[in-house]
Nanobody, 120 residues
Framework: QVQLVESGGGLVQAGGSLRLSCATS????????MGWFRQAPGKEREFVAA??????YYGDSVKGRFTISRDNAKNTVYLQMNSLKPEDTAVYYC???????????????WGQGTQVTVSS
């Protein structure tokens, strides 16, 4: 069993930055691919970014602005979000699975989510 706890969300002005963290429990963090997804009100959950041991993947809407990284020693994955836009407003979730994927259906473990609000 893997438990995920997100933090770092908040309110920021357009053009600003935030860094989300996702702390995980368990001793096998390094064996999991980690993903970030987001869900805005009235919309479906959307792929944001994912990271395997050595590769990163991004959704088209965040490419060039967001950076995903992981610290296996701290069992933590990060999402650095720069040049934020009002349309980035959403609840952000981290998730874990074996084998990296852009599709939420393959992720076995999910955090509770953290709210990010970008004001114009």
């Amino acid at each position: 069993q893997v438990q995920l706890v997100e933090s770092g969300g908040g309110l920021v002005q357009a053009g600003g930055s935030l860094r989300l963290s996702c702390a995980t429990s368990g001793r096998t963090f390094s064996s999991y691919a980690m993903g970030w997804f987001r869900q805005a009100p009235g919309k479906e959950r959307e792929f944001v970014a994912a990271i395997s041991w050595s590769s990163t993947y991004y959704g088209d809407s965040v490419k060039g602005r967001f950076t995903i990284s992981r610290d296996n020693a701290k069992n933590t994955v990060y999402l650095q979000m720069n040049s934020l836009k009002p349309e980035d407003t959403a609840v952000y979730y981290c998730a874990a699975r074996v084998g990296v994927s852009r599709y939420e259906s393959g992720y076995d473990y999910w955090g509770q989510g953290t709210q990010v609000t970008v004001s114009s």
